[in-house]
């Protein structure tokens, strides 16, 4: 159980365009839902939090007009990049907290390599 | 403010013990949890501790001392497939996973 899927697991894109990458939770309902990025050999730096619903809680240095979130339903969180740069080349992991669940564990996703050229 | 310790970089023998530690500093505190992460992939839960004391699990065991603010990962009998980073992530006031920057074990034959 608690399986959480991302889609695509790798995405190329020019320079300009913009990419969508999506996070479900495929056999629990997600109240919440996180959006990481990772650079290589880096930590984990949470981007946002994303509340079904609402409008998403960015962290500090995060451009919201630029990493747009949408979480429309209690399965399914949406990022999407806007703009790319190639300094926005990064691993994107998504994780989610189950709804139902008594501990704060987040099931993460397999993430998405996003290479910008 | 907010912080998380836990050393780079760690090397073991395979088929020895390891201990990994991890120190915290949060607003509040609701846990602790220690996740996997091998290059390229996304963290896999490990282990979550919210009371003093060691839990086991196998070949992982972790420990909690709220009053110190100290945690640790005890791997035993290494394998070579534990080769990976090791994630320390305590939960605030507002239950958010406070992240450290992560432990990378080597594994040596």
């Known amino acids: 159980g608690a399986v959480v899927s991302q889609h695509p697991s790798r995405v190329i894109c020019k320079s300009g365009t913009s990419v969508k990458i999506e996070c479900r939770s495929l056999d629990f309902q997600a109240t919440t839902m996180f959006w990481y990025r990772q650079f290589p050999k880096q930590s984990l730096m949470l981007m946002a939090t994303?509340?079904?619903?609402?409008?998403?809680?960015?962290e500090q240095g995060v451009e919201k007009d630029k990493f747009l979130i949408n979480h429309a339903s209690l399965t399914l969180s949406t990022l999407t990049v806007t703009s790319a740069h190639p300094e926005d080349s990064s691993f994107y992991i998504c994780s989610a907290r189950d709804i139902e669940g008594n501990s704060y564990e987040q099931y993460f996703g397999p993430g998405t390599r996003l290479t910008v050229t | 403010g907010q912080n998380i310790d836990q050393p780079t970089e760690m090397t073991a023998t395979e088929g020895a013990i390891v201990q990994i530690n991890c120190t915290y500093q949060?607003?509040?505190?609701?846990?602790l949890f220690w996740y996997q992460q091998h290059a390229g992939e996304a963290p896999t839960f490990l282990s979550y501790n919210v009371l003093d004391g060691l839990e086991e699990k196998g070949r992982f065991s972790s420990f909690l001392s709220r009053s110190k603010g100290y945690s640790y990962l005890l791997l035993k009998e290494l394998q070579m497939k534990d080769s990976a980073s090791y994630l320390c992530?305590?939960?605030?006031?507002?239950?958010?996973?406070?992240w450290g920057a992560g432990t990378k074990l080597i594994i040596k034959p």
């Open positions: 949060t607003s509040g505190f609701n846990g």
């Open positions: 994303s509340n079904e619903g609402s409008k998403a809680t960015y």
């Open positions: 992530a305590a939960v605030d006031s507002n239950y958010q996973l406070i």
